[in-house]
């Protein structure tokens, strides 16, 4: 009966392991020369995949990626076998060298073998060698937890673009690189039903770093800052103001003076405008346990603005308290809680279902 089960698991397992094996495999099959020169690090002239009938022995197996490929110093044909692995499955390196002999076998050719481990765990049946009686056997083993994740993220590829939820996030924090994954995909990639696909694609695979949840945390946070902006568009006060600074920038002929113009009206908005959404924004934002250095860079707004306003709105609840009292006005809340009359203000729309 034990056994049973752990059969049952392994195939799970297989299954899993199965499902990011193959998103990563239609990556490489896209990008297969960025592949080459990022991850492995080769300079290539030419490459062409080949293909090989199924090798039997004593079970089948499929090579992920053949290809004859003729390095730039020096130029040498060279047989180049690529394997995903996002598990490490026992006999792996016992594999690798079965993989390595067929390959010379067929090609009679200089064998090259590299093999990409997504796994989140040390490898212990991927060690990148093998070691008996006089045999001596090694090949190339690329970790992605230890790959920078800027090398993935400066890539006009959003294919490669995603691959950075797998690498190493230092100096920034999981919830940092994801958010810039995100604003990087956003940027890059317009069509809807596009974007949905890379982003299931790197829901997948933020699996293999148990960070779906942070995926998802994010997504909420853009979500409500597209819902702010909207309403900072839509604002009858704000609207003369970014219409005059786009004008401003027409003059100039510059989109990046556009750009500029729009950001110094949201400041004079922000300044002289009833920003009520804003303010409720941050309410929301802190609830989700986001700080104000993260609020700050999403809204685009000065971090002292953020912060200034952030502990304001930690008294949310006993303004609406007093608000409810008989003959409370903004400005005698205001005065007796110490916080500016526009955080009352967001308050008593939130109350009266205008937010």
């Known amino acids: 009966m034990a056994m049973g089960k752990r059969r049952k698991r392994r195939r799970a397992d297989a299954h899993e392991g199965n499902k990011y094996d193959k998103i990563y495999r239609e990556y490489i099959r896209d990008s297969i020369e960025q592949v080459v020169r990022t991850l492995l690090g080769l300079q290539v002239k030419r490459l062409r995949f080949v293909s090989l009938p199924k090798l039997q022995v004593t079970m089948e197996r499929e090579p992920d990626f053949l290809c004859l490929a003729t390095l730039a110093d020096p130029p040498t044909e060279i047989v180049l076998h690529l394997e995903v692995e996002a598990q ?11 993989y390595v002999a067929m390959d010379y076998r067929i090609f009679r050719k200089p064998v090259a073998l ?8 040390e490898p212990k049946h991927l060690t990148g060698k093998v070691s008996f009686m006089g045999l001596e056997f090694t090949y190339h083993r690329h970790d992605m937890r230890s790959m920078d994740h800027r090398k993935f993220l400066d890539s006009d590829d959003p294919n490669q673009v995603i691959q950075a939820v797998l690498a190493n996030p230092e100096p920034l924090d999981a919830h940092q690189v994801v958010r810039l994954i995100l604003l990087r995909l956003r940027g890059m990639v317009h069509d809807k039903k596009e974007f949905v696909g890379f982003l299931n694609k790197l829901k997948i695979l933020s699996d293999l770093r148990n960070l779906r949840a942070v995926i998802n945390e994010e997504l909420e946070a853009m979500s409500l800052i597209d819902e702010i902006i909207r309403n900072i ?3 009858e006060l704000i609207k003369p103001i970014l219409e005059e600074s786009r004008q401003e920038a027409l003059k100039k002929g510059l ?3 556009l750009e500029k113009g729009l950001q110094k009206g949201l400041q004079k908005g922000l300044q002289k405008g009833r920003l009520l959404n804003t303010i409720q924004t941050i309410r929301r934002m802190q609830l989700k346990g986001l700080d104000v250095a993260t609020i700050s860079d999403f809204l ?9 306003y952030y502990e304001q ?9 007093l ?16 916080v500016e009359p526009i955080v009352v ?11």
């Open 323 to 338: 608000l409810d009292r008989p003959r409370a006005t903004t400005k005698s809340v205001s005065k007796r809680l110490g």
């Open 88 to 98: 490490d499955r026992p006999g792996s390196d016992a594999r690798m060298l079965f």
């Open 300 to 308: 685009g707004i000065e971090p002292a603005w953020v912060s200034k």
């Open 233 to 235: 568009k839509e604002d």
């Open 255 to 257: 989109e990046e003076g």
């Open 313 to 321: 709105v930690k008294q949310w609840e006993e303004i609406r308290s």
């Open 345 to 355: 203000e967001a308050v008593r729309w939130e109350t009266n279902g205008k937010a």
């Open 114 to 121: 590299h093999v990409i481990y997504l796994g989140l765990k």
